[in-house]
């Protein structure tokens, strides 16, 4: 059932679905802007994590070592005489 429109009519669809297209694409656009986003940020928050994890175990090493250090220097000290 094909319908004949004015001249007018056509031209006015054919304006509304150039305009109903951008706003889609435009919709799209932001839509992926923010999944992308979304994504940068997840995985920034992931390694800011791993790095802050890392930089406690490397910590914990550091004064485990030191306290190593400082053992060996007070066993290495002779025994005060009573």
Do not use: C, W
Request: neutral net charge.
């Amino acid at each position: 059932m094909t319908e004949i429109y004015s001249k007018s009519r056509q031209q006015a669809e054919i304006a509304f679905g150039k305009e109903q297209s951008q706003f889609f694409a435009k919709a799209r656009a932001a839509e992926e802007q923010d999944s992308i986003a979304m994504a940068r940020n997840e995985k920034t928050s992931r390694l800011r994590e791993a790095r802050l994890a890392k930089e406690s175990m490397a910590g914990t090493s550091q004064s485990h070592a030191g306290e190593d250090k400082a053992d060996a220097q007070v066993a290495s000290e002779p025994a005060p005489k009573a």
